[in-house]
């Protein structure tokens, strides 16, 4: 009798598989029902049942309550970045401990579950929980046919994958239960696993999706790619979509894909995760408290809608990067009506299939320019958009950097005005009034060429020009005045300098004035959590031009005057420019750095020469050994709580 319950699991647990995992059935229900029964009858019999049985599958009775279980190891969340520059700052990071691939995957809405296997068994399912321990969700996790009870691996063994319901199920239910209908597919699936009642969990009809290896006891694997083929390999469900890329251009392009096909998914998601793909750098970065510093999830947070390419031209930016701009059908977006929406490069242009007269997705968040993701369809007559030669506003030949094409010419007229307009932008210089269309206006008829000349305006220089009556000038006048305060991190990103965004500012605004920023050398500058090598050219090139150096005189003398955030000249840490480093017991790092910040001291994201005080936490890395090795004073939680 054994031997044919044996006989009896493997062929059913085969054709679940294909069933389930493979979506490729070879044999009709009604063939596996017979087995199925078959199999019920002799462990009625013989009263046994082995340990990979599918009968283990059917929900049994209600618990009365989740107990807790403890991880092996500690199942992370995950970093958020919402925006291309949070993105470009984790890859800089990424590239301080080495040259990396990464993986890029869908994020899931559901909820995530962790398994355990010992000896080739499926003994548990937890939630994740608070990352250290979840709630024991076996009984429930046993309703879903989407991972096996037996594998080949012979340790202990923790697999990570988040449960989900798909739409069409969603919709199956809502139809069969009209009265109580679940309100979207993420509740549904955290509802399910979460019900103390294991029918209510297979009458949801969920299933895990496997992307993660927690743990393994022996022969751990090396890279993500080689914990998706072991998870492939051993049976677990993983959905199809999983790229490998070399390139940070490659990662955008994948996020793009990803965003434009997840709306045709049967699955909901909200978002796409790239991890860093070697074992070996991500155990050189190491984690937080919350989450591991090689890997981030890219939320999908915009708002997105279908229109038509009518036309496509060229703009140039402020560096002479040509972008090429579509005109749209309009559209409504994030409450305003869309015309424009961007590509990157031609490249990008020809990858995401975009032509004229095509169906395109376009997606607008915030303040952000409007943004073609891709084409959905194209049309009787769609036609390719052309790559251009030389500058279509000054008719200088380009040249091609990469995927990029520029117009070198420092004096092409949109390049001034792209330049004027970044200075005077909201989270730079701030000159409320100051559009793209004035400074276009004052660049043609009164020679605006620079940031200074923008201070030697005066009424005069607005009278014939149309649509500027007296309160206009008056109110842009002193927006132009008001705008000579101004944080220092602001101004160091008016500059425009080459590779310097909102974050990187912040951080070279720590060492306190313009002069002292460009003194620092190359080391100083890679020291910096947000600066690479790239950047650390740039702003050494910067500061190099005379010209520069003289625009910068120049608005000294016209009257700006950045200024660093003021903070308490009294307190613990006055005087102070302090490193955290490792993770603290009795506070998060944001709450310790305002506590910092509140008694005087300055906070820094790296340890570097100006760097006079170190707070080590538990598992304290890099910038610890830095420290030591650089002399710096150096104190523990204990100190530190003392101090405060």
């Not at 790229?243 to 045709?264: P, Y």
């Not at 510093?293 to 496509?312: D, G, L, M």
């Not at 490069?345 to 952000?368: C, F, I, Q």
């Not at 052309?386 to 950097?401: D, N, Q």
Request: glycine residues 8%; proline residues 4%; contains cysteine.
């Amino acid at each position: 009798m054994n031997s044919r319950m044996r006989e009896l699991v493997d062929i059913l647990n085969r054709w679940a598989y294909e069933y389930y995992v493979l979506d490729d059935p070879s044999v009709p229900d009604r063939e596996y029902d017979r087995l199925y029964d078959e199999l019920r009858e002799l462990e009625r019999e013989s009263g046994e049942r082995l340990p990979d049985s599918p009968t283990r599958r059917v929900g049994g009775e209600p618990v009365k309550g989740f107990a807790r279980h403890a991880h092996i190891a500690r199942l992370y969340s995950l970093d958020k970045a919402v925006s291309a520059d949070e993105l470009s700052a984790f890859f800089t990071r990424v590239k301080k401990y080495g040259d990396p691939t990464y993986t890029v995957e869908y994020k899931y809405d559901g909820l995530t579950v962790c398994l355990t296997y010992e000896g080739g068994l499926f003994v548990r399912a937890t939630t994740r929980g608070n990352g250290a321990e979840g709630e024991d969700v076996t009984a429930q996790a046993l309703t879903v046919k989407s991972f096996p009870l037996k594998i080949s691996y012979p340790g202990t063994l923790e697999v990570r994958g988040e449960a989900v319901i798909r739409l069409s199920e969603l919709a199956k239910y809502n139809a069969a239960h009209p009265a109580e209908p679940l309100k979207n597919a993420r509740n549904a699936a955290a509802g399910a696993i979460r019900n103390l009642d294991p029918a209510v969990t297979a009458s949801r009809n969920p299933e895990i999706l496997f992307y993660d290896v927690n743990y393994m006891s022996e022969s751990p694997v090396s890279s993500q790619t080689d914990a998706m083929r072991f998870l492939k390999e051993e049976g677990f469900k993983v959905f199809p979509y999983f790229k490998i890329c070399a390139t940070e251009e490659e990662v955008f392009a994948a996020v793009d894909e990803i965003e434009v096909r997840r709306r045709t998914l049967d699955v909901l998601t909200d978002g796409a995760v790239i991890k860093v793909n070697e074992e070996g750098i991500r155990s050189d970065m190491g984690a937080t408290d919350k989450f591991p510093r090689w890997a981030i999830a890219y939320k999908f947070e915009a708002e997105e809608a279908e229109s038509q390419v009518k036309r496509v031209f060229w703009q140039v930016g402020r560096t002479g990067k040509l972008t090429p701009l579509a005109e749209i059908a309009p559209v409504e977006l994030a409450g305003a009506t869309v015309r424009r929406a961007t590509l990157n490069n031609y490249g990008d242009l020809t990858r995401k299939d975009v032509k004229v007269g095509s169906r395109v997705l376009v997606r607008r968040s915030n303040e952000v320019i409007p943004e073609i993701l891709g084409a959905v369809a194209h049309v009787e007559g769609s036609t390719p958009v052309e790559k251009p030669t030389v500058c279509p506003y000054c008719g200088s030949v380009l040249s091609e950097v990469g995927a990029n094409l520029f117009c070198d010419n420092p004096a092409c007229p949109p390049r001034i005005v792209q330049k004027l307009t970044h200075y005077c932008s909201k989270n730079a210089a701030d000159v409320e009034g100051m559009s793209e269309m004035t400074l276009q206006l004052l660049a043609e008829k009164r020679g605006v060429r620079t940031f200074s000349d923008l201070y030697r305006l005066t009424a005069a220089d607005f009278e014939g020009l149309e649509g500027f009556k007296e309160k206009k000038i008056a109110n842009l006048l002193a927006a132009v005045e008001k705008s000579k305060q101004i944080p220092l991190d602001r101004f160091l990103y008016a500059l425009g300098i080459d590779g310097i965004g909102r974050v990187a500012a912040r951080d070279l605004a720590a060492f306190g004035s313009v002069g002292r920023i460009a003194e620092l050398t190359y080391d100083e500058l890679v020291a910096l959590e947000n600066i690479g090598d790239i950047t650390a050219r740039s702003v050494i090139a910067y500061f190099a031009d005379e010209e520069n150096s003289e625009e910068i005189r120049r608005l000294f003398e016209a009257g700006v005057s950045p200024f660093v955030q003021a903070r308490p000249a009294e307190g613990a840490f006055a005087g102070e420019n302090v490193v955290l480093t490792g993770s603290l017991a009795a506070m998060s790092r944001p709450e310790a750095q305002k506590l910092i910040e509140e008694r005087g001291g300055v906070c820094q994201s790296a340890v570097t020469k100006t760097t006079t005080l170190v707070i080590a936490g538990d598992k304290a890395g890099s910038k610890l050994d830095k420290a030591r090795k650089l002399g710096i004073r150096v104190i523990d939680e204990r100190e530190f709580l003392a101090m405060l």
